[in-house]
């Protein structure tokens, strides 16, 4: 994705939006500071004008807000500012094209997609196999924000390339979230919704964390890789997959695709159970660890 640092740039498309949508920058100020981001009359007077870019934290913390306010996608405005610390979201993928082996027996293709009013900030998950070499759980964490008022909850989709379909798992909530709206789209994915303990308010984070285990009359094949999936541009993706002491593969590579490209590498896991792979500003995509056994 390419991204913009120019003040002007940044100037423009605010113009541009504050024109479309007939607001002022009192208005302007005046909805921020309701939304709980006091920004003055004179650095949004900068930014309009071309003079400086938001720097500071709490600048950064409200662009999320001032695109919606403004009416303009996620991330139009975040992709402008320069540094680390900015947010370079964007549009939501559909989670059945970013996966690299075939849905089978496929619903309606809008079911494959999450919601666009949240933003997903970071994925983590944490893997743990058996000594029987199965995935016995998967831990997921997600830190998402709100892209309006309201919002009570975060579509998620697991999948998998087994006969046995993803049915044979079972999804359980560990903190900030409950189960809702469990159901199938294809015979190998699921689709679950994460109910907040509360609607969230506009640039509201929320962080929820859930377990996947295998049901107990499912019968899993030995696996042998584990995908994680970004729909939407994180700042942050990470996998921790963690082998039994007895049963340690021989070998393994970590590998990504994102916007076409396609890398794969080894990695040494002697001495240590585990592998892990953390990558900021990542997506749409995919991350992945593959063994052998």
Known sequence: MSTMSEPGAFASTMSAAMARAGITLTELRDRLVSKGHPISLTALSYWRSGLRLPERRASLDAIPVLEVLLELEPGALARLVAGP?????????????????????????EAFRGENDVSRVSTQVTLQLGVDRVIRTARMRRLVVANRDG???????????????????????????????????????????LRFPRPLMLGESALTEVEVTIAEDAA???VSDYEVIAEQRLEEILLWVNFDPDALPRRCWVYFEESGLKHEWPVDIEGAPSVHYRQRDFGPGGLGVRWEW
């Open 85 to 109: 610390t900015a947010r370079r979201v964007g549009r939501v993928e559909r989670f059945d094209a970013l996966i690299d082996y075939p849905v089978r027996d496929p619903g309606d293709g």
């Open 151 to 193: 919002v009570e909850g975060l579509t998620v989709f697991m999948s998998t390339n087994e006969e046995t379909g993803s049915n044979a798992y079972r999804f359980r909530a560990i903190a900030g979230c409950t189960i809702h709206e469990d159901y199938q789209p294809a015979q190998n994915v699921r689709s679950v919704q």
């Open 220 to 222: 899993i094949d030995i």
